[in-house]
């Protein structure tokens, strides 16, 4: 800041501690040069940022609970659903397509959910259904719980200061909302499935089956990186807590949301394959289910990654942060600054006084005595926090300069 602020300036010593500055390095070539310009590259400098964050560590903890989350909200959203869909075979072909292609092989004869008649059973919702329910929805919100805190630790914040019942309440009502996102979208697959047959008929290619297949192959992805898409700007933004530019929030979901339906798409074979290995067929499908969200919680970190290096890239502060408490931080920073270069003077006169001899030894005795009075007349000038925010208050400015603060010290003793 170029203003006096918080009613400081530097004082003149003597006695000055010797600085330094980096020594300048000329640009590497051949191979070192190659591998500054890759380390340059956003993508690898967003992995290192993810692995030195701990990203694969955080990612195979959210795996294990989001595989007890997943039972959890599906659950509850068999139990709800029941009531609307349990006679209507369109919508289950549509929802058990749609899960499917969330979570391959969940729903089938070789999936973990074998009949989708039984799971729709509304029974569930008696009394011991009730309280069964309330036992999976708190594991469900646990794992949005242990899923802003991973993406927190990505964006280097601490933990929400939100009240914690708000916060649960919160997850709780993002939970229920992301449920009914999949159930929407298993009616928006319905409405799309009908519209292409209709378009087809009438441009007489329903026999193509290639085109047809490929149409709703392609239909399909959009679909699921769509809605993967979403969830991720509710986690980032909302769930997180995090104050993400629209661009980059939007930017960073697009590509966790293309990556996370690849890897659905990808999934089958690898829990296909699973389920055939004579080995582990008897739970080849739990492995696999395993390893899929282990991959999908790395993508979404990778994504927040993505988000968070941009940002630092930018100088945006990923903190939720007012303008006066950032211009109050800027003062508790420079007032730090000032103190670290009045103690480096003093314990460099310090050491000149003790292999010094004689009146030159004097001398700087008595100048270190008048260094350690001035500092101690600056600190104590030196308004705090509470007095910056209450000139912050009275001046309507988030950032009052030195006369200001004083006179907002000194408003209270005069109305005494």
């Not at 997943?70 to 509850?76: K, N, S, T, V, Y």
Request: hydrophobic share 50%; glycine share 10%; proline share 4%.
């Amino acid at each position: 800041m170029a203003r006096a602020d918080q009613g400081v300036r530097d004082e003149r010593v003597t006695g000055e501690a010797s600085g330094a500055r980096a020594t300048p390095t000329d640009p590497a070539t051949g191979i070192a040069g190659l591998i500054q310009r890759v380390l340059a590259w956003k993508p690898v400098r967003v992995f290192m940022h993810y692995s030195s964050d701990n990203g694969p560590l955080l990612a195979s903890g959210m795996s294990y609970q989001a595989f007890f989350a997943l039972f959890a909200a599906l659950f509850g959203a068999f139990s709800v659903a029941g009531f609307v869909i349990k006679g209507n075979a369109q919508l289950q072909a549509a929802l058990t397509t749609q899960l499917n292609a969330l979570i391959p092989n969940l729903i089938g004869p070789t999936g973990v959910i074998k009949n989708l008649d039984s799971a729709l059973d509304s029974t569930a919702l008696g009394v011991t259904g009730l309280i069964s329910l309330v036992g999976v929805l708190l594991t469900a919100v646990g794992f949005l719980g242990t899923l802003r805190t991973a993406i927190r630790i990505m964006f280097a914040l601490p933990g929400p200061t939100t009240n914690p019942v708000v916060l649960k309440l919160k997850d709780l009502g993002l939970a229920i909302a992301l449920g009914a996102l999949v159930l929407l979208s298993a009616a928006v697959s319905v409405v799309t499935t009908t519209a292409i047959t209709l378009v087809f008929d009438v441009l007489g290619l329903t026999g193509n089956r290639p085109l047809t297949s490929f149409a709703g192959t392609a239909i399909g992805f959009v679909v699921t990186a769509g809605i993967f898409t979403v969830i991720l700007v509710a986690a980032f933004r909302i769930l997180s807590g995090i104050p993400v530019p629209r661009g980059r929030l939007w930017a960073g979901a697009v590509i966790g949301g293309v990556g996370l339906a690849i890897l659905q798409t990808l999934s089958g074979v690898l829990l296909q394959g699973a389920g055939r290995n004579p080995l582990i067929s008897s739970f080849g499908v739990v492995i696999g289910l395993f390893l899929y969200f282990n991959f999908i919680c790395q993508v979404v970190l990778l994504a927040s990654s993505w988000i968070a290096v941009g940002m630092q890239d930018a100088g945006i502060d990923a903190r939720s942060l007012t303008p006066e408490q950032r211009q109050v931080e800027q003062a508790e920073q420079l007032e730090d600054a000032r103190r670290l270069v009045a103690d480096a003077n003093r314990t460099a006169l310090e050491q000149r006084i003790r292999d010094a001899r004689g009146l030159a030894r004097w001398r700087q005795s008595r100048e270190l005595q008048r260094m350690v009075r001035d500092e101690a007349r600056r600190r104590s000038a030196v308004p705090t926090t509470q007095a910056f925010s209450a000139a912050q208050s009275a001046t309507e400015d988030p950032d009052p300069d030195a006369d200001q603060v004083a006179q907002a010290r000194s408003a209270p003793e005069t109305a005494r």
